[in-house]
């Protein structure tokens, strides 16, 4: 079965912390995407990854970095957390020009920074 | 200019009559990919159907089909017979082919709300 999970369901951090969002696919699929999803803006793309190291920006990468080690293992980080970073954050995964190319999503972190 | 448009923030339909969601689509690639998601409110995102820019026939999963205007730029989700179980977020979603890195564009979503 299709698999994406993030390592926390929710979260709470301080401004000025560093956050790190991790993600993992067990499905071998080459590209990763980190969203951002807030009421009434839909979701954003902050990063996405289309193979291990490799990294592209989304529309709202500012704030945020994204490392990919392993095919597997796409991390999102929070350099410096801010209030206005506080947001539902969601992983997806798809395989590299797959049939529909349909993204699988991971259940999402819910982050609070006070 | 956005390149997904969902006009309906909300909608109140009544269980067992169908809803049609709206969807308008901004592109110039020739080939290119249509989806829609369902967002219940324990967050998940759940896939629900597909449409290329280039298939004949509307697409159609059980009770959800695609209504496809293609000189509309018009893709409509259609969930007939409506249950309790399909209020959620529904999204909107396109793939253009030309950019090779696989990224899709959602809508704004359109929160549907079954009515018992």
């Known amino acids: 079965d299709v698999k994406v999970t993030q390592s926390s369901r929710y979260l709470v951090k301080r401004t000025g912390e560093k956050v790190f969002l991790e993600c993992v696919q067990d499905?071998?699929?080459?590209?990763m995407f980190w969203y951002r999803q807030d009421p009434g803006l839909g979701l954003r793309l902050i990063y996405f990854?289309?193979?291990?190291?490799?990294?592209e920006k989304g529309d709202i990468p500012e704030g945020y970095s994204v490392s990919r080690e392993k095919k597997e293992r796409f991390s999102l980080i929070l350099e410096s957390a801010s209030t206005n970073q506080t947001s539902m954050y969601l992983c997806?995964?798809?395989?590299?020009?797959?049939?529909?190319?349909?993204?699988?999503f991971g259940p999402g972190t819910r982050l609070t920074v006070t | 200019a956005q390149k997904i448009t969902q006009t309906q923030p909300g909608m109140f339909v009544q269980e067992k009559e169908a809803v049609t969601l709206d969807c308008t689509y901004d592109?110039?690639?020739?080939?290119?990919?249509l989806f829609w998601y369902k967002q219940p409110s324990s967050g998940e995102m759940i896939f629900l159907i597909y449409?290329?820019?280039?298939?004949?026939q509307n697409a159609t999963e059980g009770r959800y089909s695609l209504n496809f205007q293609k000189a509309r730029k018009s893709a409509n989700l259609v969930i007939s017979a409506s249950q309790l179980g399909d209020s959620a977020m529904y999204f909107c979603?396109?793939?253009?082919?030309?950019?090779?890195?696989?990224?899709?564009?959602f809508g704004k979503g359109t929160r549907l709300h079954i009515l018992p």
């Open positions: 997806a995964s798809s395989p590299y020009r797959g049939p529909s190319y349909e993204q699988y």
């Open positions: 592109t110039s690639d020739p080939s290119y990919g």
């Open positions: 979603a396109m793939r253009e082919d030309f950019i090779r890195d696989d990224k899709i564009i």
């Open positions: 499905m071998d699929h080459e590209n």
């Open positions: 449409q290329g820019s280039y298939d004949q």
């Open positions: 990854s289309y193979d291990v190291k490799m990294k």
